[in-house]
């Protein structure tokens, strides 16, 4: 399985930026998919996931209400909706897919990763 994201950039705050994750390959292992954030110096953690039966999601904290992900299968593809857009927000953020349909917030469980991209929230 290979994951590519796209969409990362320089926003204002307060903007909207989406984000794009590509899966190709073995993609009927795929059953959650997730995002990922890292700034330089921290551990990598999640900013939400998505599952495949039921489309349920899950969100940290910090960006419920804010950001959405969302799932087009026929596509293979899943994305991640970021409005009112904060400078803590920027990170590199990475896409990641996962073969259990259970969602997980643990890096660790994921065993497919994006190339990463960068998103700056600045003025």
């Known amino acids: 399985v290979q994951l590519q994201a796209s969409g990362g950039g320089l926003v204002q705050p307060g903007g909207s930026l989406t984000l794009s994750c590509a899966a190709s390959?073995?993609?009927?292992?795929?059953?959650?998919m997730g995002w990922f954030r890292q700034t330089p110096g921290k551990q990598r953690e999640i900013v939400g996931y998505i599952g495949d039966i039921g489309l349920s999601t899950y969100y940290r904290n910090s960006v419920k209400g804010r950001f959405t992900i969302s799932r087009d299968k026929a596509k293979n593809t899943v994305y991640l909706q970021m409005n009112s857009l904060i400078p803590e927000d920027t990170a590199v953020y990475y896409c990641?897919?996962?073969?259990?349909?259970?969602?997980?917030?643990?890096?660790?469980?994921?065993?497919?990763w994006g190339q990463g991209t960068l998103v700056t929230v600045s003025s």
């Open positions: 990641a897919a996962r073969t259990y349909y259970s969602g997980s917030a643990d890096s660790r469980q994921y065993a497919y």
């Open positions: 390959g073995e993609t009927f292992n795929i059953h959650t």
